[in-house]
C-alpha cells in the first residue's frame, strides 16, 4: 500500500495504481476522454491532468503512478485552467451540432463544458469541414467533426477484437479515423464502438434520431441471447400511463460485469435483443375449438385447463401429461415446473426445444442461444430434444412452453403428430404455426418482463426484473403456473405462500443449495 | 589550437571510401576501444567528456548509455537519428556525405560500450544520395570485417541497417522514430517508459544524433580532457553550427562548444550584407526560442542557451535581418508546426492549427487587436501540456516572438487597418 495526498486528503492505495484510479477510489472524478479502463493508457487528450508536488510540469493521472507521500492536486486553479486550455481546443473546432445530436445528454463533451468551460468562443477562424455521415460498419455512422481523436475506436478494435478496421490517417489538423480500403467494421462487436465513443462521433443507425437519452429509463438485466450471460442495461421509453403497453426499447448497452462480460456485449445479444422483445410477439389469449378460434379471459382459460388436468388426475392418469419446455425459462419458472409437474402430477415425458446452437467466438458468445440450460440442468433436467414417437401414444395433454418446438422438429413432422394429442397447451412469448395446432395459446412474458434468475453456462446465478413490458394482456410463466396449481387444488399450503419469485427463489435454494449463490 | 575535429578531413578527396578513411588513421578509434577497453571504461570516458547529444535535447551521451540495463533477455538496439528535420539544420549530412566511415566507427564504439548488436541508421528519406553512400560504406566496412561477425577476432557481432523515412518532421522525435522503424504510423509514444528500456521493438534501445556519435572516436582517441579542452566544462567538444540567413557566408563552421553567437554571425560567417542590421536570431532550429539582435552575446554550449531563455537545439543559427517583418518569421514557424503535428495529442493537434489560422490572417492583412494576446494565450496552453516535446517546439517560438516584437506585429496590424 502507498499512502498518498489527494487535494490534501491522505489516503491508502495499493501499490502501482494510477493516480486517476486513486482518485476514482476515493470518488474524485477526473474528466478524460483517451482513457478508459480497459486499455494501456494512451496519454493523447491531455484533459487528465494533475498538480503533482515536485513536478515542474502537470503530469497526466491518467498513466502516472503513485509514489509513496505523493501530494496531488486535483482541482488546484492551475489545473482547472489547464484543463479548460484543452477543452477551448476541441471546442473550436467542434461542430456544436448538439441539438441533432443523439449523444446529446450523455457527451462527455457537454459534461466537461459545464464542469470546465463555460466561456464564450475568441475562436474566429474558419473551421475544418469534414465528413459528417461516414458508413463504417452496418450499423455505424462515423462523423469526422465531432470526433476527439481519442483512439478508443482504434485501440478497441486493435487490443480487444484484434480485427484492426479503423486506424488514424493523415496528420495534424487533419488527422482522422478511418477504415483501411473502406472496409466496414465487422466482427460481432462492432455496437461497443458507440458505448466507447466518449462524444456523438459514432452513432448506431438502430438508435440515430429515435429518441432522446434523457426520455429513456435504464433497466438492469441479462442478456437472454446466449448462455454467457452478459450484464446489460435495457434503455427504454417507459410508456405512457394511459396507454397500455407503450413501453418500448430503444437500445441495449453494457453493463459492466469484469466476471462475465467486462465492460462489452456482442452485436448478437445487442442487436437481437430488440428484435425479440418486438417482432412476433403472442398478445392475445386464445382458445382453438375446431373452425372457431375465440378470445377468453385468462379465469375461464385457467379453469377449463385446470378441469382438463383434473379429470386425468382423477383417473390416476396425469402421467399422460407431457411437457416440451424451453430453457428462456427462469431458474424459478423451472423449479415451478418441477414442484407441480414432475414432483406433484408425476409427470415423466419431459423434453427441451431450444434454438439451434450456434457457432462460438471465442469471445463472449457462447454455443448455446438461450440463457438458462446449466440452470436447468442443475434442477435435475435433462435436456433431451423432444422425441415424436415417445411423446405421442403417451400423451392426453401436452404443454409446450415456448415457440422453439415448431423450429427443430422435424421438417413440420410435428403438426400431424401433435393433431394425435388431444389437448395441447402452448404458453408463449412470441408466435410462430405452434399457435394454429395449440388448443389454448397463453400469451407470455419475455425475459426483460419478468422478475427471476438465470444461471449462466459458468454457474453465475444472476437477476433479471420485470422491465419494459411491450405487451398488455400477458402474464410471466410463474404466474400461469401457480394459478394453475391452485386451479387443481395442488398442495394449496406450499404452492400458496409462492406468489412472489423471491419465495420461490427461497424455496428453491432451500431444495437445491446452488441456486444460492446470487451475486 | 586547430579547433575542427570532426570536420577537419572534408576537403580530402573520396574520404567516403574506407582506403581513404584509413590512410588517414581511420579505425584506430575502434579498434583502440574493442581490443583495449572494456564496455564500461569506454561509457566512463565519454561520461568524463562531457559529451551532450547534438540532436536537439543536449541530453549527456554516456549517462543516456548507461541507463540501458545490461543483464536483460531482450535484443538492445542503437538507432542512430539522421532524420535532420529541424528547420535550419543541415550539419548531420555533411557528416554522413563526407565521412561516413566517421558516422560508423561512433557507432560501433557505442555499440560495443552498451552491448548493442543490432544498430539502424533513420535517414530522412530526401537524403536519397546521402543513404547510398553510406550503404556503400557499410559494405566496405563489412567487408573490412569492422561490421558484421566477430569484429576485429574479439568476438563482438554488429549488424548495420540504413532505414530510410518518409518524410515526416515528427519521426525525428525519438520514439516517432521508433514507431516509424517498426513500420507504424510515426506517433510519439507516452514517456515514461523510456526507450533505455522499452524502445525498439519493445527493446531497451539507445537512440542518437549523427553528430553525437561522430564525436565518440575523437574521445577514445585523445581522451576525455583533450574533448573537455576544445568545448565548456559541462559540454566538451567542438560543434558543427549552421549558419543561415541574412549572413554572408551561410555554411557549417565547427566551432569550440561555447564560443559566442556574435562571433559565429560576425566573424565565421562573415557578417551581415552591407546596409543590414541584425534584427534577431534563432540560435538552435526553428524550434527555439528567438533572440533580439542585443541579446547575442551570448556562448553557445547548452547550458548557457538555456540561460538566456532558448536552447542550443541541433546548433543550427538562424540569423534574420531588419528587412525582413517579424510576422514573415512567424508565419514561417506557425506554418511548419501546423503542418507537422502528429495530430495526436490535443493541445498540439488543435493548438498549431489554430494559432497558424490566425497568423494567416493576419498575414492576409486581416490581423485584429487582440491576435497577438490571443497567440500567447495559445500558445501557453500548448506549452508543457503535450504528450511529445513538438508541442513545446511549436509553443516556445510563437510565444518568444508574440512577446519580444509585441510592437512590431500590432503595429503591423495598425498599418493593415
Ligand atoms: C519534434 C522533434 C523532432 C526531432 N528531430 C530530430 C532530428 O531530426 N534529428 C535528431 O537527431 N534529433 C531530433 N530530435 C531529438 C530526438 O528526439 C532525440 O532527442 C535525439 O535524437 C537524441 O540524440 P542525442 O541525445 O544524441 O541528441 C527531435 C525531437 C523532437 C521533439
Ligand atoms: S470516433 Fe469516437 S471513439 Fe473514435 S477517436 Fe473519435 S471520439 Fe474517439
Ligand atoms: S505534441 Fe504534437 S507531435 Fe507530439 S504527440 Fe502531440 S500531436 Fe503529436
Ligand atoms: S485521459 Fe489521460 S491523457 Fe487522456
Redesign the pocket.
Known amino acids: 500500500m502507498a499512502k498518498i495526498f489527494l487535494d490534501g486528503k491522505p489516503v491508502e492505495v495499493a501499490e502501482g495504481t494510477t493516480v486517476?484510479k486513486a482518485a476514482q477510489q476515493a470518488g474524485i472524478a477526473?474528466?478524460?476522454?483517451?482513457?478508459h479502463p480497459a486499455f494501456v493508457?494512451?496519454?493523447?487528450?491531455?484533459?487528465?491532468?494533475v498538480e503533482i508536488e515536485g513536478s515542474p510540469k502537470l503530469e497526466?493521472?491518467?498513466?502516472t503512478v503513485v509514489r509513496e507521500g505523493m501530494k496531488v492536486s486535483t482541482q488546484s486553479p492551475t489545473v482547472r485552467e489547464a484543463r479548460r486550455g484543452v477543452l477551448e481546443f476541441i471546442l473550436a473546432e467542434h461542430p456544436l451540432d448538439c441539438p441533432i445530436c443523439d449523444k446529446a445528454g450523455e457527451c462527455k463533451l457537454q459534461d466537461y463544458y459545464q464542469d470546465y468551460g463555460l466561456t464564450e468562443s475568441v475562436f474566429r477562424e474558419f473551421k475544418e469541414k469534414r465528413e459528417k455521415k461516414v458508413r463504417i460498419g452496418d450499423k455505424l455512422i462515423l462523423d469526422r467533426e465531432r470526433c476527439v481523436l481519442?483512439t478508443r475506436c482504434v485501440r478497441f478494435l486493435a487490443e480487444i477484437t484484434k480485427t484492426h478496421e479503423l486506424g488514424l490517417f493523415e496528420r495534424g489538423i487533419h488527422a482522422e479515423i478511418g477504415g483501411y480500403e473502406n472496409e466496414p467494421v465487422r466482427n460481432g462487436y462492432s455496437g461497443n464502438l458507440v458505448d466507447l465513443c466518449p462524444v456523438g462521433a459514432i452513432t448506431d443507425t438502430d438508435f440515430r434520431f429515435k429518441t432522446r437519452p434523457w426520455f429513456l429509463t435504464k433497466g438492469e438485466s441479462i442478456c437472454p441471447l446466449c448462455s454467457r450471460g452478459c450484464n446489460i442495461y435495457i434503455d427504454y421509453h417507459p410508456g405512457f400511463p394511459r396507454v397500455p403497453g407503450s413501453a418500448k426499447v430503444y437500445r441495449i448497452r453494457p453493463r459492466t460485469n469484469d466476471a462475465v462480460n467486462g465492460p462489452w456485449i456482442c452485436d448478437h445479444g445487442r442487436y437481437g435483443f430488440i428484435d425479440l422483445q418486438q417482432k412476433n410477439r403472442c398478445q392475445t389469449l386464445v382458445w382453438n375449438k375446431g373452425e372457431r378460434t375465440a378470445e377468453w379471459s385468462w379465469d375461464k382459460v385457467l379453469i377449463t385447463i385446470g378441469e382438463r388436468v383434473k379429470a386425468l388426475r382423477e383417473n390416476g392418469k396425469t402421467n399422460r401429461i407431457s411437457l416440451i419446455l424451453t430453457t428462456w425459462l427462469t431458474n424459478e419458472e423451472l423449479f415451478l415446473i418441477k414442484k407441480i409437474f414432475k414432483d406433484g402430477l408425476g409427470v415423466r415425458n419431459v423434453f427441451f426445444a431450444d434454438p439451434a446452437p450456434g457457432p462460438e467466438d471465442g469471445f463472449l458468445l457462447r454455443s448455446e442461444r438461450t440463457p438458462n440450460r446449466r440452470g436447468a440442468r442443475e434442477m435435475g433436467f435433462d435436456l433431451k430434444a423432444p422425441d415424436l414417437n415417445a411423446l405421442v401414444p403417451d400423451t392426453d395433454i401436452l404443454f409446450i412452453f415456448g415457440p422453439h418446438f415448431a423450429g427443430i422438429s422435424h421438417d413440420g413432422a410435428w403438426k400431424p403428430a401433435l393433431e394425435k394429442i388431444p389437448v395441447k397447451i402452448l404458453v408463449t412469448s412470441h408466435l410462430n404455426e405452434l399457435a394454429s395446432t395449440a388448443d389454448f395459446v397463453l400469451p407470455a412474458a419475455f425475459l426483460a418482463e419478468k422478475n427471476g434468475t438465470l444461471t449462466n453456462a459458468d454457474g453465475r446465478v444472476q437477476k433479471i426484473a420485470a422491465i419494459a413490458r411491450a405487451c398488455f394482456d400477458i402474464r410471466p410463466e410463474s404466474q400461469i403456473l401457480l394459478d394453475l396449481a391452485r386451479e387443481i387444488r395442488l398442495d394449496d399450503s406450499y404452492f400458496g405462500a409462492l406468489s412472489a419469485p423471491e419465495a420461490v427463489h427461497h424455496e428453491l435454494v432451500k431444495e437445491i443449495p446452488f441456486f444460492g449463490a446470487l451475486p | 589550437m586547430e579547433t575542427k575535429v570532426l570536420t577537419k578531413d572534408f576537403g580530402l578527396d573520396h574520404l567516403y571510401r574506407i582506403g581513404v578513411y584509413l590512410e588517414q588513421g581511420g579505425y584506430r578509434a575502434v579498434k583502440k576501444a574493442l581490443t583495449e577497453w572494456k564496455p564500461e571504461q569506454v561509457i566512463d570516458e565519454v561520461k568524463k567528456a562531457s559529451l551532450r547529444g547534438r540532436g536537439g535535447a543536449g541530453f549527456p551521451a554516456g549517462l543516456k548509455w548507461s541507463f540501458v540495463p545490461q543483464k536483460t533477455d531482450k535484443p538492445k538496439y542503437l538507432c542512430v537519428n539522421a532524420d535532420e528535420g529541424e528547420p535550419g539544420t543541415f550539419k548531420d549530412r555533411s557528416i554522413m556525405a563526407h565521412d561516413p566511415h566517421l558516422l560508423i566507427e561512433g557507432i560501433i564504439i557505442a555499440a560495443y560500450a552498451v552491448g548493442i548488436h543490432t544498430a539502424y541508421i533513420y535517414i530522412r528519406g530526401e537524403y536519397e544520395l546521402i543513404a547510398r553512400r553510406l550503404e556503400g560504406a557499410i559494405g566496405e566496412a563489412y567487408a573490412k570485417g569492422y561490421l558484421g561477425k566477430n569484429i576485429l577476432g574479439i568476438g563482438f557481432d554488429l549488424e548495420l541497417y540504413v532505414h530510410r523515412g518518409a518524410g515526416a518532421y515528427i519521426c525525428g522525435e525519438e520514439t516517432g522514430l521508433l514507431e516509424s522503424l517498426e513500420g507504424k504510423r510515426g506517433n510519439p509514444r507516452l514517456k515514461p517508459p523510456f526507450p533505455a528500456s522499452v524502445g525498439l521493438f519493445q527493446s531497451p534501445t539507445v537512440i542518437n544524433n549523427v553528430e553525437t556519435l561522430a564525436n565518440v572516436p575523437f574521445i577514445i582517441l585523445n581522451g576525455a580532457g583533450w574533448f573537455l579542452e576544445r568545448g565548456s566544462p559541462k559540454d566538451g567538444g567542438t560543434r558543427i553550427f549552421g549558419v543561415s540567413g541574412a549572413v554572408n557566408k551561410p555554411g557549417i563552421y565547427e566551432l569550440p562548444v561555447g564560443t559566442s553567437l556574435r562571433e559565429i554571425i560576425f566573424t565565421h560567417a562573415g557578417g551581415l550584407k552591407p546596409g543590414r542590421a541584425l534584427k534577431a536570431v534563432i540560435p538552435g532550429g526553428m524550434s527555439c526560442p528567438i533572440f533580439k539582435a542585443d541579446e547575442v552575446d551570448v556562448k553557445m554550449d547548452c547550458d548557457c542557451v538555456a540561460a538566456a531563455g532558448s536552447m542550443l537545439g541541433s546548433g543550427a543559427v538562424i540569423v534574420i535581418d531588419d528587412r525582413t517583418p517579424i510576422l514573415d518569421v512567424l508565419s514561417k514557424v506557425a506554418k511548419f508546426y501546423a503542418h507537422e503535428s502528429c495530430g495526436q495529442?490535443t493541445p498540439c493537434r488543435l493548438g498549431t492549427s489554430w494559432i497558424h489560422k490566425i497568423v494567416k490572417r493576419m498575414a492576409a492583412g486581416k490581423g485584429r487587436a487582440d491576435d497577438v494576446e490571443t497567440l500567447v494565450r495559445l500558445s501557453t496552453n500548448i506549452k508543457g501540456r503535450t504528450?511529445c516535446p513538438l508541442g513545446d517546439a511549436a509553443a516556445l517560438p510563437v510565444l518568444a516572438i508574440a512577446r519580444k516584437f509585441k510592437a512590431e506585429l500590432e503595429n503591423t496590424m495598425k498599418g493593415n487597418a
Not at chain 1, 30 to 35: L, M, N, S, T
Not at chain 1, 60 to 63: A, K
Open positions: 486517476f477526473i474528466p478524460h476522454f483517451c482513457y493508457p494512451e496519454g493523447s487528450c491531455r484533459l487528465c491532468l497526466l493521472s491518467c498513466s481519442c | 495529442c504528450l
